[in-house]
C-alpha cells in the first residue's frame, strides 16, 4: 500500500533529446557543403519516426516534455536536410559550371606554342 502515494515518474521518449540535437547540428552543418547536414538530418528523422511509434504504443508512459522534445527536433530536421539538400545541389552545379568554364578555357589555347 506504500506504493500508491507515489507520484508516477514518466519517461522520456527514446531518443527524443538526440533527435533535437541532430535537428540542430543538421541546420548548422549544412553550410558544411551540404554533406554533413544531410547526414545528420536523415538520421534525426529515422530517429524521430521510431521515437514517434514508440509513443504512440502506449503514450501514457511517457511525458509530454519529451515528446515536444521529439517534434521540435524532427522539425530541425526537416529544415536542415531541405537547407543541406539545396545547399549540396548548389555547390554540384556551380562546381559544373566552374569545370565546364575551365575545359572550354583550356581545350581553346594553343598547346603546340608551350611545347618548343
Known amino acids: ?23 540542430i547540428l543538421s541546420i548548422v552543418g549544412c553550410f558544411c ?7 545528420l538530418g536523415i538520421i534525426a528523422l529515422v530517429l524521430a519516426s521510431r521515437g514517434k511509434s514508440v509513443y504512440l504504443a502506449n503514450p ?12 521540435a527536433g524532427k522539425v530541425c530536421a526537416i529544415i536542415g536536410t531541405s537547407l543541406s ?3 549540396l545541389v548548389f555547390v554540384i552545379i ?9 575545359g572550354t578555357l583550356f581545350s581553346k589555347m594553343p598547346w603546340e606554342v608551350f611545347s618548343h
Open 85 to 87: 539538400g539545396l545547399y
Open 33 to 39: 557543403y551540404g554533406l554533413v547536414g544531410l547526414i
Open 94 to 102: 556551380y562546381l559544373s559550371i566552374i569545370g565546364f568554364a575551365f
Open 1 to 23: 500500500m506504500e506504493n500508491q502515494n507515489q507520484p508516477i515518474v514518466l519517461q522520456a521518449v527514446p531518443n527524443s533529446t538526440a533527435v533535437l540535437v541532430l535537428g
Open 60 to 71: 501514457t508512459l511517457y511525458s509530454e516534455y519529451s515528446l515536444k522534445n521529439l517534434n
